[in-house]
T-cell receptor
Framework: DAGVIQSPRHEVTEMGQEVTLRCKPISGHDYLFWYRQTMMRGLELLIYFNNNVPIDDSGMPEDRFSAKMPNASFSTLKIQPSEPRDSAVYFC?????????????FGAGSRLTVL | AQKVTQAQTEISVVEKEDVTLDCVYETRDTTYYLFWYKQPPSGELVFLIRRNSFDEQNEISGRYSWNFQKSTSSFNFTITASQVVDSAVYFCALSEYNFNKFYFGSGTKLNVKP
């Protein structure tokens, strides 16, 4: 398996624009997580899904953020409208029985810069 | 509430020195998992080890070893004979047994100088 695939790897946009980050989890994994990493706040859990259903979105900063998982092989994290304080690295991670219980496999991350 | 504390923000050592990264956790759960992840300069997060709360045996993997002590709520990570390639940020994490959430520490940046 190619691991967790995230796109784009880098995104530079202007304030007010819509940003969509994409994630393809490892096939067969039934949990998917979105994290945000900044120098100030470290690694923050934004939302996680189990079997495509959002379980906990309490970490989503505000209504400008939304996440979907329309099927087991694809998830998106959307920011609309984007703001400079959204600049961060966004990680997607997945987990399933094949990787061992509770072991997260992370994607390479999407580095977002909002000007 | 669950919490993971990595008090060492940054450590610098010279190659071949041994170094220990500290991790202290808080949880009310009796069953939980502890983890270490490595984040090299390239940015990806790499899984190193998982330990469940019932297994206090120390573990060694090559130059890496982990010391889990429930009595002090610590899960420390030692690198023996450090190498430049060990330079990275290391994260300790805790997860609930029913797999709800992971709680990450703030990370320790390890600089290994040649």
């Amino acid at each position: 398996d190619a691991g967790v695939i995230q796109s784009p790897r880098h995104e530079v946009t202007e304030m007010g624009q819509e940003v969509t980050l994409r994630c393809k989890p490892i096939s067969g994994h039934d949990y998917l997580f979105w994290y945000r990493q900044t120098m100030m706040r470290g690694l923050e859990l934004l939302i996680y899904f189990n079997n495509n259903v959002p379980i906990d979105d309490s970490g989503m900063p505000e209504d400008r953020f939304s996440a979907k998982m329309p099927n087991a092989s694809f998830s998106t994290l959307k920011i609309q409208p984007s703001e400079p304080r959204d600049s961060a690295v966004y990680f997607c991670a997945s987990s399933g029985q094949d990787s061992g219980a509770n072991v997260l496999t992370f994607g390479a991350g999407s580095r977002l810069t909002v000007l | 509430a669950q919490k993971v504390t990595q008090a060492q923000t940054e450590i610098s050592v010279v190659e071949k020195e041994d170094v220990t990264l500290d991790c202290v956790y808080e949880t009310r759960d009796t069953t939980y998992y502890l983890f270490w992840y490595k984040q090299p300069p390239s940015g990806e997060l790499v899984f190193l080890i998982r330990r469940n709360s019932f297994d206090e045996q120390n573990e060694i993997s090559g130059r890496y070893s982990w010391n889990f002590q429930k009595s002090t709520s610590s899960f420390n990570f030692t690198i023996t004979a450090s190498q430049v390639v060990d330079s990275a940020v290391y994260f300790c994490a805790l997860s609930e047994y029913n797999f709800n959430k992971f709680y990450f520490g703030s990370g320790t940046k390890l600089n290994v100088k040649p």
